[in-house]
T-cell receptor
């Protein structure tokens, strides 16, 4: 019974490139959350999605960041024209329904912008 | 004032000690309180979940919530080297999938 799968585990991008982070939720989970963890900072909420629907994107930067969770396939967090400040660990979590305690987190994608 | 304050530590204790980890918060609307454990280079793992005020015990772990003081605690009894990790408190006001607000985490080291 696989948990939340994130890939890649590590991603290196040059400034100005695009970064695509993938998240496959646990089987039976239809709700996905993305969080970002900056060095010396706590986890910060970015976006909450259901299949084909963004429920809450109040934590997403207004520019360059987007997220989707299509009917088929993983959820994608996309960062366009990356800058050094985007270097962080990005965590995805999933739950079977809207929940604030039943989160299961993946192991994260560590993005380094050089 | 930040919504959730947590002393980052590091906190170092000998094996077998009782550990107390704490968070304070400012938003009186918070109703759901959680503690996560995060090992290095891993994702957070839910340890304890509490609704509103009171205590909850699970094995060596006890979570306490004091809403009147806006203060939550996690106690670890008989600490083990395997408890060495970063502990994150998290909280939210609404059950329907709203964002969790996390503390910065406290790094704990238990020496054998």
């Amino acid at each position: 019974n696989a948990g939340v799968m994130q890939n890649p585990r590590h991603l290196v991008r040059r400034r100005g490139q695009e970064a695509r982070l993938r998240c496959s939720p646990m089987k039976g989970h239809s709700h996905v959350y993305w969080y970002r963890q900056l060095p010396e900072e706590g986890l910060k909420f970015m976006v909450y999605l259901q299949k084909e629907n963004i429920i809450d994107e109040s934590g997403m930067p207004k520019e360059r960041f987007s997220a989707e969770f299509p009917k088929e396939g993983p959820s994608i967090l996309r960062i366009q024209q990356v800058v050094r400040g985007d270097s962080a660990a990005y965590f995805c979590a999933s739950s079977p329904q809207g929940s604030n305690y039943g989160y299961t987190f993946g192991s994260g994608t560590r993005l380094t912008v050089v | 004032q930040k919504e959730v304050e947590q002393d980052p530590g590091p906190l170092s204790v000998p094996e077998g000690a009782i550990v107390s980890l704490n968070c304070t918060y400012s938003n009186s609307a918070f109703q759901y309180f959680m503690w996560y454990r995060q090992y290095s280079r891993k994702g957070p793992e839910l340890l304890m979940y509490t609704y509103s005020s009171g205590n909850k015990e699970d094995g060596r772990f006890t979570a306490q919530v004091d809403k009147s003081s806006k203060y939550i605690s996690l106690f670890i009894r008989d600490s083990q080297p395997s408890d060495s990790a970063t502990y994150l408190c998290a909280m939210t006001s609404n059950q329907a999938g709203t964002a969790l607000i996390f503390g910065k985490g406290t790094t704990l080291s238990v020496s054998s």
